[in-house]
């Protein structure tokens, strides 16, 4: 759907991330780990680009989690940075299959921007009675709160700024149970990085539901 949304709360969540959360318009669905495109006019130029849900639920609001590189950040990511409550953005969507589908175990993979998608598909599962891993890759992380929640929860949540341990926590998250279902959010190269400890694993990365950011 296409709809304009209102920013109900926009808040830092880390070095250089902003979690901003939108009421949901009415006849709005989406799970978590799916995505939407934003979109905005900024000095007269339009810009879009698509962000991935990090909300476990869209029920009154939901979440999108932005990055913003203070060195490289354009017109669009200083336009996300500024909102506040009462701002509006259009919003289209939702986008993607990689979701969380009630599956009664969840091990998400995440590097860099991909904790938003992460920490969302953790707490749903928590919140339905099954099991979640998450192995966070950042040297800067975010959401370190929610991250602290869900291991409060029960969760097991890993998270490293060495890439050497990549592999290692990999492996410790994959239990190959029945019903469990892997996870992959984060730019290419972290990608490879994590389907390649996958495969190390004894695990099969063929079977990941898997979003590259590029």
Known sequence: ???IVTVAAARDVGPGTVAIEFE???GFEAEPGQFVKLSAEVDGESYA???TLSSPGVGDTFEVTVGIDPEEAGPFSQHLD???AGDDVE???PFGRSYYDGESRVVVLAGGPGVGPAVGIAEAAVADGNEAAVVYLDDAPA???RLSALRDDGASVVVTG???DLADAVADALTGDEGEQLFVYGFADFVSRATDAVEAAGGDADAAKVENFG
């Open 143 to 145: 959401h370190e709160e």
């Open 91 to 93: 919003i289209s969507g």
């Open 162 to 164: 060495d890439e050497s």
């Open 24 to 26: 949901t318009p009415g």
């Open 1 to 3: 759907m296409d709809a």
């Open 49 to 51: 680009r698509f962000y």
């Open 82 to 84: 500024s909102l506040a």
